[in-house]
């Protein structure tokens, strides 16, 4: 009787995991949802503005491939791998989940993990912004800053009408 209700509770908590990361995986390929234009970063438009040298285009794409090529290498013979990690983290998250006692420390050692993942992921994004933003000129990472900032002032205009606080 056990399994077949801890059966049933998994058929229905996974889906609802599964929906939840792919609703916000809005906006397809590119993953551009609504809030995208608010984000800090050197996107294409910016890059436009920052009037950047042939030399620096040259070396913004080959950054940009090396990045690719990397994540390609990355994850060229891992699928199986992914696969069996990706199973044994829900295999923990239904074991507790699903318990008949809830275990706080099992909680916090599964959530630390998944923070864990996280601060690697940023950290390894905000090396690769590094290198990126190297690349330009002392007065061009003063005009980026000033971009960036009146981005956030509009971002921060807009925000109530993207969250529907004005709504009475």
Same mark, same amino acid.
């Given at each position: 009787?056990?399994?077949?209700?801890?059966?049933?509770?998994?058929?229905?908590?996974?889906?609802?995991?599964?929906?939840?990361?792919?609703?916000? %995986?809005?906006?397809?390929?590119?993953?551009?949802?609504?809030?995208?234009?608010?984000?800090?970063?050197?996107?294409?438009?910016?890059?436009?503005?920052?009037?950047?040298?042939?030399?620096?285009?040259?070396?913004?794409?080959?950054?940009?491939?090396?990045?690719?090529?990397?994540?390609?290498?990355?994850?060229?013979?891992?699928?199986?791998?992914?696969? %069996?990690?990706?199973?044994?983290?829900?295999?923990?998250?239904?074991?507790?989940?699903?318990?008949?006692?809830?275990?706080?420390?099992?909680?916090?050692?599964?959530?630390?993990?998944? %923070?864990?993942?996280?601060?690697?992921?940023?950290?390894?994004?905000?090396?690769?912004?590094?290198?990126?933003?190297?690349?330009?000129?002392?007065?061009?990472?003063?005009?980026?800053?000033?971009?960036?900032?009146?981005?956030?002032?509009?971002? %921060?205009?807009?925000?109530?009408?993207?969250?529907?606080?004005?709504?009475?």
């Amino acid at each position: 009787m056990k399994t077949v209700k801890k059966l049933i509770l998994a058929s229905v908590v996974l889906p609802l995991i599964l929906s939840t990361s792919s609703a916000f %995986a809005y906006g397809g390929k590119d993953h551009h949802g609504p809030g995208d234009e608010c984000r800090p970063g050197l996107d294409r438009e910016m890059m436009q503005e920052l009037n950047l040298s042939d030399s620096q285009k040259e070396q913004f794409k080959e950054l940009r491939q090396a990045n690719k090529e990397a994540m390609k290498e990355r994850f060229k013979d891992k699928p199986q791998a992914d696969d %069996a990690m990706r199973d044994a983290h829900f295999d923990k998250l239904n074991d507790l989940l699903l318990a008949d006692k809830f275990d706080p420390a099992k909680a916090t050692a599964l959530a630390q993990e998944m %923070a864990n993942k996280q601060v690697e992921r940023q950290v390894d994004m905000l090396s690769k912004q590094h290198k990126m933003l190297s690349i330009l000129t002392p007065e061009q990472k003063a005009k980026f800053i000033e971009l960036q900032k009146e981005r956030m002032e509009d971002c %921060a205009d807009d925000m109530p009408r993207h969250h529907g606080k004005d709504r009475n």
